[in-house]
């Protein structure tokens, strides 16, 4: 099987010739085998983080089960906005930082956030006043030699041919979370209104996006729903208020027309499984990290909900991945095989985003053991 009929197999309900193999090498290894400092991903798409992506699945010949790292956009729904500008504010010797901006009757109104690219590491949004710079550039210029890539469905479509059958391109619909950060949670708190509110209108939009995305000749091969760290920065009750009804709404549509759907959601996590194979319909979730990290015994979840949800997971990042040994990757990658790809409804994978300077000849080991002991 190529990787496509393999991983298209295991969605299905199938079962492949061997366990599908995708580690999470979404951004930081990809970034890092092109040689060139991040910011020519992140900020100047030379190339693009996606891109680079599905060069690094060629690279290692993993199943890839893209995660909806192209960013799909469609200019009739309103998604994006042109009249918001990036704008370099400083430049130092390991990063550049930018601030967007829209310009209305010869004024600047700048957005309260600014992204740090870095040389070595994947960007960072924060608050000026964290590294002391005024909420306000004092002086700026323009973004210039960015290179342009398809929008719309003709990102799909290039995405797909570039990817061809390295495995499957998957597209954002909906979400989990809707609390990021500290300022969320007490704003909540004080009022919830604003953020039903702002669920309902959420909802309304991922509908229109999912009815858009199924009109296309060149359909994403599956949906994304999930966001990372869906129990870290809400509690359980606020997620089932806020982020339950989108994942029910959107699987439900994507069982209806046949595509399959995917929730990524770091952290803890076990409780997320239950909900999801019991309220949902979910195709498959990721990455049930072990502890400290999450909460996941991947063979308890695989008793309870592998008739119900694909599971993929869920090597240590760190203390397997990016500080084991090639015997530590065999074994452990062999114990996640013998706890979960029983009857299908398994792709090996790793709990979350593998570091940086994770070892290439631990991957290809990790790959390699799917490909021989995880044999059907």
């Known amino acids: 099987m190529t990787s496509r009929q393999r991983l298209m197999t295991v969605l299905g309900g199938g079962i492949p010739d061997c366990v599908p193999v995708a580690p999470d090498t979404s951004n930081m290894i990809p970034a890092k085998l092109t040689?060139?400092?991040?910011?020519?991903?992140?900020?100047y798409n030379d190339p693009p983080i996606w891109k680079a992506y599905i060069d690094c699945a060629k690279y290692f010949d993993f199943d890839s089960l893209m995660d909806g790292y192209c960013p799909v956009y469609f200019n009739e729904l309103g998604e994006i906005d042109e009249e918001r500008v990036e704008y370099i504010i400083a430049k130092q010797p390991d990063r550049i930082i930018t601030q967007q901006a829209r310009k209305a009757n010869g004024k600047m109104f700048w957005d309260e956030n600014i992204t740090v690219y870095f040389i070595d590491n994947p960007p960072s949004v924060i608050k000026p006043s964290i590294i002391k710079f005024p909420e306000t550039p004092e002086k700026w210029e323009k973004v210039e030699g960015r290179h342009e890539y398809p929008k719309g469905e003709e990102l799909i479509a290039y995405a797909k041919k570039e990817l061809s059958e390295q495995g499957l391109v998957g597209v954002f619909c909906g979400t989990t979370k809707f609390l990021n950060n500290e300022e969320d949670i007490l704003n909540y708190y004080?009022?919830?209104?604003?953020?039903?509110?702002?669920?309902?209108?959420?909802?309304?939009?991922?509908?229109?996006?999912?009815?858009?995305?199924?009109?296309?000749?060149?359909?994403?091969?599956?949906?994304?729903?999930?966001?990372?760290?869906?129990?870290?920065?809400?509690?359980?009750?606020?997620?089932?208020?806020l982020g339950l009804p989108v994942a029910k709404k959107i699987t439900a549509l994507c069982k209806e027309h046949g595509i399959?759907?995917?929730?990524?959601?770091?952290?803890?996590?076990?409780?997320?499984?239950?909900?999801?194979?019991?309220?949902?319909?979910?195709?498959?979730?990721?990455?049930?990290?072990l502890p400290p990290m999450?909460?996941?015994?991947?063979?308890?979840?695989?008793?309870?909900?592998?008739?119900?949800?694909?599971?993929?997971?869920?090597?240590?990042?760190?203390?397997?991945?990016?500080?084991?040994?090639?015997?530590?990757?065999?074994?452990?990658?062999?114990?996640?095989?013998?706890?979960?790809?029983?009857?299908?409804?398994?792709i090996l994978s790793t709990g979350d985003q593998c570091g940086r300077d994770t070892p290439e000849e631990n991957l290809f080991a990790m790959i390699e053991t799917a490909r021989t002991y995880g044999r059907y």
């Open 294 to 346: 999450g909460d996941c015994n991947l063979a308890e979840l695989k008793k309870l909900y592998g008739n119900k949800l694909v599971l993929k997971g869920n090597l240590h990042t760190t203390k397997v991945m990016l500080k084991g040994s090639v015997q530590d990757v065999i074994d452990a990658s062999k114990r996640a095989i013998d706890d979960a790809a029983e009857g299908g409804g398994f």
């Open 35 to 43: 040689g060139k400092p991040f910011w020519d991903l992140y900020l």
């Open 190 to 241: 004080d009022d919830p209104e604003p953020f039903i509110q702002y669920r309902d209108e959420f909802l309304e939009k991922s509908v229109k996006r999912f009815k858009k995305l199924m009109s296309l000749e060149h359909k994403p091969d599956f949906i994304c729903v999930g966001s990372s760290g869906t129990l870290t920065t809400q509690t359980l009750a606020i997620f089932k208020e």
């Open 260 to 289: 399959p759907s995917h929730v990524h959601s770091c952290g803890h996590e076990a409780v997320l499984v239950k909900i999801m194979a019991e309220e949902t319909d979910l195709t498959v979730i990721d990455p049930l990290e």
